[in-house]
């Protein structure tokens, strides 16, 4: 069995050439769709992916109860400190826990192109780069605690203008100048860091957003949860830093993967009856090649998945195209959309989503045409010209 | 006209090809309807954003003191400033977002524009827990006028400790392509009112009207720079701005929007020039015959733009149909609190699918046409 269908295969796309164009359709019609969806795509899984590096499940944030963004959160000075001893924070190296009182307020930027833009100033306490030690400086050096200085990431430094080194932020009582720029590899990198304390002061705010800890293990999240939300002096939530960024992500990506899925499925579907168009017009084409084997002997079944293959084939061979283009366009660039700067994605994943999605088309497109084949009747199809 | 039957006749040869093809470009145009009408819902965004008001909120976060609205209103050129502000929460689950802008009682003379009667308006300043909801929220959540419903906001601290605002359906009113997915405004003082201590007198943003229309972006320099020093450095947003979605997300859309349509665009060409092509090359003899009882050049390439002509414009026609039904039920179907814009179908929209479907079928019909110009008639007779 499995013979016949490797030479009815076989003999099968050895006559593809003869139906080139014919053929064509299928493999164009889906590098365009892959193409297009992985394109759209592109924005979405970046930002996921900027924002999933972001998210250390070694980590865990504390905001206030019930707020979804660290804007809306709350953390008063009293409440703070109470946090920063519960039990299931690592220590540092000097014994104190590596709780980091964090701050996130938006400032205006002006994106490269000239328009107006936001983006996050983040406050980072004493403790900030113990908790976030992938936090690397490219070029400059650190703030100073206590200084009105700040660091600027290696995408903001790009999108933005007025991001080098030396460079001037306005902040309320003057300007602040950027004295380094930094890497995460992550979100992080399109936007600003500075001292909590100072900021705050200048800012005339009273209140943290967050404080972000390390955990003394993966498992100590649950010790640290309950220490802080059995605590009466306390009405905060906690969360695995890798959950909350994760909930983030789907936030902010959901209408834009959405729109790449509408798309996508309005072309596959398209590329479908493109699909089916092509195959029928293929097996009466090959009407009398599949009589005549039929003649010799062989079943109707390895006829039926000769079809199928082909459809799998042209189809595969097309979104790996289709995939190949939004790759070399997009994949790693980097792009803004709205206030988060990351880089457009087309990762493995997503391709291989696309080759699934093009073995689906191959497979509804193919099954109509290939049961035909399979009935044609072969004395008829002997006898046509 | 007495030709279309042969042209039928042509097509329904291979009926199933005729079918597919004409699906295949019934979707490539559904999605251009989709994409194309974006944009024009896009460009009516920007259109219907006047150029004579702008919004001013808090530089670096935060609310701003309602104190300020008088110092920008006496400021040259300023006619009118009104506060709003917002209530970010869910009905009952928190899958179920609202967002409730509470006005103050100049928005309705700010912007006179919104579909609101005076009497409406009143309706939420006699009652302070009041809502105007439009059509597509009330429809949502199935509210009618004298409901009375709890949206729970955790991120609006209150005063008595609840996170839960009391509304009242006080009118349904008409939606606004501005909202693309229904608005709920209430009074802004019941919101004042009922918030903590340190968070009174305070609002989310002004919108300011000036009087000559010209001077909005000097006016908004001078706002930034009148408060840049003081306690709330303020940020201005005129409307144009606000309201255009390039500048908004600094990505521009509407050319992604583009693309996509003409990749579509392409794989459909693509696929009814091939289809063309085969049922030509298959009819070759009969166009010989036809070119033998007297049929000139061009009535036989005429037969075959004929032939393209169908599937591309009526496929056209169906396809944008498609489109406008889907965008007439897509907002019934998104999660709430997702601000998706829907398209518009407007007349620019038709216009430019029936531009682009009488190109593919021309490009399509072309190539063919230009082979049975040249065909040899004794040659394609004799099926050679």
């Known amino acids: 069995m499995l013979r016949q269908i490797w030479i009815v295969s076989a003999l099968n796309f050895k006559s593809l ?34 924002y999933a590096k972001a998210g250390d499940p070694g980590r865990a944030i504390v905001i206030s109860k019930g707020a979804e963004q660290e804007g809306q959160s709350a953390i008063t000075r009293a409440m703070a400190p109470l946090i920063a001893v519960a039990p299931g924070i690592a220590k540092d190296t000097d014994g104190k826990p590596l709780a980091d009182r964090t701050l ?50 290696v995408g903001a430094r790009i999108m933005f203008r007025h991001m080098q080194v030396g460079d001037k932020v306005i902040l309320p009582d003057g300007q602040w100048p950027i004295v380094g720029i930094f890497s995460t590899g992550d ?7 500075g001292d909590t304390e100072t900021l705050l002061t200048t800012l005339h705010k009273t209140n943290y957003n967050s404080v972000l800890v390390r955990l003394s293990s993966l498992d100590s999240l649950t010790t640290l949860k309950r220490a802080l939300t059995t605590n009466p002096a306390l009405s905060v939530d906690v969360m695995r830093h890798s959950d909350w960024y994760a909930r983030l992500a789907d936030q902010q990506t959901f209408a834009l993967a959405l729109l790449g899925y509408i798309v996508g499925t309005v072309m596959a579907i398209g590329a479908l009856f493109g699909c089916l168009n092509t195959l029928y017009s293929a097996v009466s084409t090959r009407g009398r090649e599949i009589a005549t084997l039929r003649a010799l002997g062989y079943g109707a079944f390895p006829v039926a998945v000769s079809v199928i293959l082909e459809a799998i084939l042209l189809s ?19 792009d803004l959309f709205g206030n988060t700067i990351f880089h457009l994605s087309v990762s493995p994943k997503q391709i291989e989503l696309g080759v699934i999605w093009a073995i689906a088309v191959a497979l509804l497109g193919g099954l109509l045409p290939s049961i035909r084949a399979a009935r044609l009747p072969v004395v008829d199809a002997l006898r046509a010209t | 006209m007495k030709y279309f039957p042969l042209v039928w006749a042509a097509i329904m040869r291979k009926p199933t090809r005729a079918v597919l093809t004409l699906l295949s470009v019934m979707l490539a145009f559904t999605l251009f309807g989709l994409t194309i009408g974006m944009n024009a819902t896009f460009a009516k965004f920007k259109e219907d954003a006047r150029d004579d008001r702008m919004f001013v909120f808090a530089r670096f976060s935060g609310l701003v003191p309602v104190a300020l609205e008088r110092q920008i209103e006496s400021m040259p050129g300023v006619e009118m400033v009104a506060s709003s502000s917002g209530i970010g929460g869910y009905i009952k689950d928190p899958k179920n977002r609202v967002f409730v802008q509470m006005m103050d009682d100049k928005v309705a003379k700010v912007n006179p524009e919104y579909p609101i009667t005076p009497a409406q308006w009143q309706m ?29 906001s955790p991120m609006v601290k209150k005063l008595d400790g609840t996170m839960s605002w009391t509304f009242k359906v006080a009118a349904v009113t008409p939606d606004m392509n501005i909202f693309g997915q229904g608005y709920m405004f209430g009074n802004f003082d019941y919101m004042d009112k009922a918030r903590t201590l340190s968070d009174q007198s ?12 010209t001077k909005t972006a000097e006016i908004a320099q001078q706002i930034e720079d009148k408060f840049a020093n003081s306690a709330t450095p303020l940020q201005t947003l005129t409307e144009k701005v606000a309201f255009d979605v390039t500048a908004n997300t600094g990505m521009d859309i509407a050319a992604v929007d583009r693309d996509v349509a003409l990749a579509g665009m392409f794989m459909v060409l693509f696929l009814t020039a091939n289809s063309l092509a085969q049922a030509v090359r298959e009819r070759f003899a009969e166009f010989a015959t036809l070119k033998t009882i007297g049929f000139s050049d061009g009535g036989v390439i005429g037969l075959v733009f004929a032939e393209a002509a ?34 518009t179908m407007e007349v620019m929209v038709f216009v430019w699918a029936f531009l682009c479907a009488a190109l593919v079928a021309f490009i399509s019909a072309a190539l063919p046409a230009l082979r049975l110009r040249q065909m040899d008639i004794a040659t394609a007779l004799s099926g050679r």
């Not at chain 1, 493999?27 to 769709?33: D, K, Q, R, S």
Request: proline share 7%.
């Open chain 2, 124 to 152: 939420i300043r006699d009652d302070r827990m009041g809502m105007l909801v439009s059509k597509m929220q009330a429809d949502r959540w199935h509210l009618k006028p004298g409901d009375t419903f709890v949206i729970a």
């Open chain 1, 187 to 193: 979100q992080l990198e399109g936007q600003l860091i």
């Open chain 2, 202 to 213: 305070k609002t989310g943003q002004f919108r300011v009207k000036v009087s000559d229309p």
């Open chain 1, 316 to 334: 595969v061979a097309g979104a790996l195209i289709g995939a190949g283009i939004a790759w070399a366009l997009y994949d790693g660039k980097l």
């Open chain 1, 104 to 153: 996130n307020v938006g400032v205006p930027v002006l994106r490269a192109d000239g328009s107006k833009g936001f983006t996050s100033m983040r406050g980072f306490s004493d403790k900030g780069p113990g908790v976030r030690p992938e936090l690397k400086i490219v070029a400059g050096r650190m703030f100073q605690p206590g200084k009105r200085e700040i660091i600027a990431g």
């Open chain 2, 310 to 343: 169908v599937p591309c414009l009526l496929g056209a026609g169906l396809g944008i149909g498609l489109a406008t039904i889907i965008s007439n039920i897509i907002p019934h179907f998104l999660p709430p609190g997702q601000g998706l814009p829907i398209p």
């Open chain 1, 17 to 50: 050439p003869g139906r080139f164009w014919q053929s064509m359709v299928i493999v164009v019609g889906l590098a365009a769709t892959i193409g297009v969806m992985l394109s759209m795509l592109s924005v979405s899984a970046g930002m996921r992916e900027g």
